[in-house]
């Protein structure tokens, strides 16, 4: 994980948007882009950089690629900032 490509990617409204829909289930690029007013070629964009960055897999199913959150990244993430958290805790105690 390269944690500046994983801001870079959580930095886009769109993005983010995208990841809240992949909470539910895995969608293909139409599925995603249908909740969306851009371009396919904008929507795979989107879909590579989070991809790149550790945030979503994507899986082949004959013609049709299903994307999914990838939470690996978001737990290492979340331990990181836990790790300033348990120091802040630790200081006031």
Do not use: C, N
């Not at 390269?2 to 599925?31: C, K, N, Q």
Request: aromatic share 8%; proline share 3%; no cysteine.
């Amino acid at each position: 994980m390269s944690l500046p490509e994983t801001f870079r990617a959580l930095s886009d409204p769109t993005r983010r948007a995208i990841l809240d829909l992949l909470r539910g289930r895995p969608l293909s690029a139409g599925e995603i882009g249908a909740h969306f007013s851009m371009t396919g070629a904008t929507v795979s964009h989107h879909l590579a950089v989070l991809k790149h960055a550790g945030l979503i897999s994507d899986r082949h199913e004959g013609k049709y690629i299903y994307y999914e959150l990838d939470l690996s990244v978001m737990e290492e993430l979340l331990a990181w900032f836990q790790r300033f958290l348990d120091q802040k805790g630790e200081s006031e105690s």
